[in-house]
């Protein structure tokens, strides 16, 4: 019997084949197997029982990192001769109907450690160990079908006896794509400065050896990684994480910990068993836990006043060795803060020259990146993983979709955390983070993985969706690319995307959607950021929104906590100068008298439902932080001054959102909030001390946000019948917030959804762009029209 198998999913990059001729082999089948576009084409020879054996194990076995998702056998009508033996042949370039599924890059596998860390094995200490079981994949990889010629290991010719092991039956590199050695792959290369200020090179071991003497004597390295560069030194010196703060422009944010196994991570924090899985997940994501009490001997510096640590595992045979011999080191992107990650050695090099007192040397290596990528960050929240940052270990693989998206479409996302989404089938595959488009790198960055992403899926779209901002750099390229190709545009507004990428995850077709966030320029032409939408299919309703306040300063006003707050105390009717103590300088004073003659005067103001800047205006008149250095910090510092107060069981004062509503639409009053909270601090007699009142305040107001919610939500499910919550945006990454959400509205019998697969900010609306687009598709081919591929 002669049969045609066709294996659809995750087969390729990890192993397949050589489990398949393995299989093959066991079972006496004689044939071929090869890659074929995105799937695996077998040709088998084999009696009837032998074959249904051979069928039923291919759809219940797979190698560790595949996923098998359909196998087609199909009883070959066409007599061929049946060969001799089973072999894995040459790769075929022709695209299947079904769009690939390619690896993400892969964590170092225990086997390879295992290796690395015997003496006398070929590969002992050898950086860039890897199997069919591990090591890069899509971040190497030019084209596809996954080939050692379509990935840029195609420059390393093997070394006779790791070409033995390629072709040996049993083998765990038999067919390893990234198979190498110390002889004849990728090397360790290291660069710095020496005494007299000449440059020295060390190679192999030596460069270990030199990249270790320098990091544990407190200097900043470049460390060359999977997906681009990073910058590495040890926690516990805090003039190496003021230097390294001072090389990446990086005043305040906090910085990941790379520890070398979960013993030591458990030392630092509490781990749950769930964050543990993701620890050891092949993502190897960043984790955010939550710092035991003394952090152990680290600088204040690596996670500044965060509750939280950046915690993950190493990845590579080189981060291994490193934090093994090093202990727990900063890991953070190689990169200037707002331009995307470094992976040409070259650019590498120039910024080592321009701050050779601040970057001590660069670890390296001559394998070419090809796609640039981040490390991954994600957390636990109510019992389920979020993502916060989609990158490494999870692109590219898909986002299933509810329903049928009928053309290519090609969603650019918003400006901010800049992710893009192609979207075909029931497939949404998210790119990478980027950062924000104000910078051009970013930029450039983001369209260059739009290409390349668009010719490794064989995908021409048929249709762009971007966000309905005129003013964004993602709308403007979609309206370029919509006119150049003669495509169908689709701009959607900014929150109900938010909404939608919810909705895209969950399979819901109709639901009540909450998010706040910053910014997002509205259907009525004002901002929006505290919305309560009415969501069915691709269409939504603004059922509610946080009452609009007037913010002066444009875009500065997303910088400038306290010149937010005078806005929002203004127009509550707080007189300023009621409460002046003779501390108060006049500069303050005469920035109040201009507040108030901008907003009186509609002077470069602009009408704001923001949530996010009501977080912002609050934690300013608390006193607790007034700027936003990076974003989201004064938000960020409200909500730790809330968790003291929980820690400290305090009794928060009252505060409440008035409820009102006006043509049909229901308003949260914010004055009555800023107004209570103005009398709170002017009766301590002043803006800026009683921290413990300060603390309990900033608890009160998530306590008062969560049950606005909750009112919100319970006076929209009478009117409209709905019972289901979608919670997305960015301020939704406030934990406190959205735990208090979700237990508030549970108790109440509505179902909450957020986002989990895709980050719940930014970094997540080209998802439910790509989604509402294919709604509107499938409406015209519902109605009968013509769609344009």
Request: with cysteine; hydrophobic share 40%; glycine share 8%.
């Amino acid at each position: 019997m002669r049969y045609e198998i066709t294996i659809l999913g995750v087969v390729q990059g990890v192993g397949y084949r050589p489990f398949v001729a393995a299989l093959a082999e066991q079972l006496h089948i004689k044939g071929s197997v090869c890659n074929s576009g995105g799937v695996v084409r077998i040709d088998a020879f084999g009696d009837a029982e032998a074959m249904d054996n051979f069928i039923c194990r291919l759809r219940s076995y797979a190698p560790p990192a595949a996923r098998v998702d359909r196998v087609q056998a199909e009883r070959a009508e066409k007599e061929e001769p049946c060969p001799s033996d089973f072999r894995i042949v040459e790769s075929e370039a022709e695209n299947h109907a079904d769009l690939p599924l390619l690896p993400p890059d892969l964590p170092v596998c225990e086997e390879c450690l295992a290796e690395m860390k015997k003496p006398g094995d070929g590969r002992y200490r050898y950086p860039f160990i890897s199997c069919v079981n591990c090591g890069p994949r899509y971040s190497i990889m030019e084209a596809v079908p996954y080939d050692r010629a379509h990935i840029t290991m195609r420059k390393f010719a093997m070394c006779p006896s790791c070409r033995k092991e390629y072709a040996q039956m049993g083998n765990r590199r038999r067919h390893a794509q990234t198979i190498s050695c110390h002889d004849c792959g990728p090397q360790l290369y290291w660069k710095a400065r020496g005494d007299e200020g000449a440059v020295v090179y060390r190679e192999k071991e030596e460069a270990l050896e030199e990249a270790l003497s320098v990091l544990q004597r407190g200097g900043v390295i470049a460390l060359k990684g999977i997906g681009g560069y990073q910058f590495s030194c040890r926690p516990d010196n805090a003039d190496s994480v003021d230097r390294l703060r001072q090389l990446k422009h990086r005043d305040k944010k906090p910085f990941a910990v790379m520890f070398p196994s979960m013993e030591s991570i458990r030392e630092v924090c509490m781990v749950s068993e769930q964050e543990e899985a993701l620890l050891l997940s092949p993502a190897r994501p960043i984790v955010l836990l939550n710092l035991k009490k003394g952090r152990y001997g680290f600088a204040s510096g690596v996670s500044g006043e965060s509750r939280f640590l950046g915690a993950f595992l190493p990845y590579t045979g080189l981060h291994q060795m490193l934090t093994e011999a090093a202990g727990p080191l900063v890991m953070t992107s190689g990169n200037v803060t707002d331009e995307p990650i470094l992976t040409s050695d070259e650019e590498m090099e120039e910024l080592w020259k321009q701050r050779p007192m601040l970057l001590e040397g660069i670890a390296w290596n001559d394998r070419k990146i090809v796609t640039p990528l981040d490390d991954s960050l994600v957390r636990i929240t109510g019992g389920r993983p979020q993502l916060l940052r989609r990158s490494r270990g999870f692109v590219p693989a898909p986002v299933a979709l509810p329903g049928e998206c009928p053309v290519p479409v090609l969603a650019m996302g918003g400006d901010l955390k800049a992710c893009f989404c192609l979207a075909y089938r029931k497939r949404g595959y998210m790119s990478q983070y980027f950062g924000d488009m104000e910078s051009y790198k970013v930029f450039r960055t983001f369209l260059q993985a739009a290409e390349h992403m668009e010719k490794l899926f064989g995908m021409v779209p048929g249709a762009v969706a971007c966000d309905l901002h005129p003013g964004y750099a993602t709308a403007g390229e979609a309206a370029r690319l919509a006119e150049e190709r003669n495509l169908p545009l689709f701009p959607f507004q900014h929150h109900h995307a938010h909404a939608a990428s919810v909705m895209a995850e969950h399979g819901l077709r109709r639901c009540i959607a909450v998010v706040f966030d910053g910014t997002g320029y509205g259907t009525d032409g004002t901002v929006w950021g505290g919305e309560f939408l009415l969501c069915e299919g691709g269409s939504f309703l603004r059922a509610g929104h946080l009452e609009e306040t007037e913010l002066a300063g444009g875009d500065s006003s997303a910088k400038d906590a306290g010149l937010t707050a005078l806005c929002h105390l203004y127009q509550a009717g707080c007189e300023l100068s009621k409460g002046k103590t003779e501390n108060d300088r006049p500069e303050e004073e005469l920035r109040e008298k201009m507040v108030r003659a901008t907003v009186s005067n509609h002077i470069n103001t602009e009408k704001s439902s923001s949530m996010g800047r009501l977080f912002d205006a609050v934690s300013a008149l608390l006193g607790i932080r007034e700027y936003n250095s990076y974003e989201g910090e004064c938000a960020i510092a409200l909500e730790n001054a809330a968790a003291r107060a929980i820690e400290k069981n305090a009794a928060p004062p009252e505060l409440y959102f008035p409820i009102r509503e006006e043509e049909e639409i229901l308003l949260a009053d914010r004055k009555e909030i800023i107004r209570k909270i103005f009398r709170e601090t002017r009766a301590a007699k002043t803006w800026y001390k009683e921290e413990e009142r300060a603390e309990a305040l900033a608890l009160s107001f998530h306590e008062a946000v969560s049950c606005m919610v909750l009112e919100m939500c319970r006076r929209i499910r009478e009117r409209f019948h709905e019972d289901k919550v979608a919670l997305s945006g960015g301020v939704f990454a406030n934990v406190i917030l959205q735990e208090r959400c979700r237990s508030l509205l549970e108790e109440q019998g509505f179902r909450v959804y957020v986002n989990e697969q895709v980050p719940g900010n930014d970094g997540g609306i080209a998802l439910g762009q790509a989604w509402l687009a294919a709604e509107r598709l499938m409406d015209e081919k519902d109605r009968g029209g013509q769609i344009c591929v």
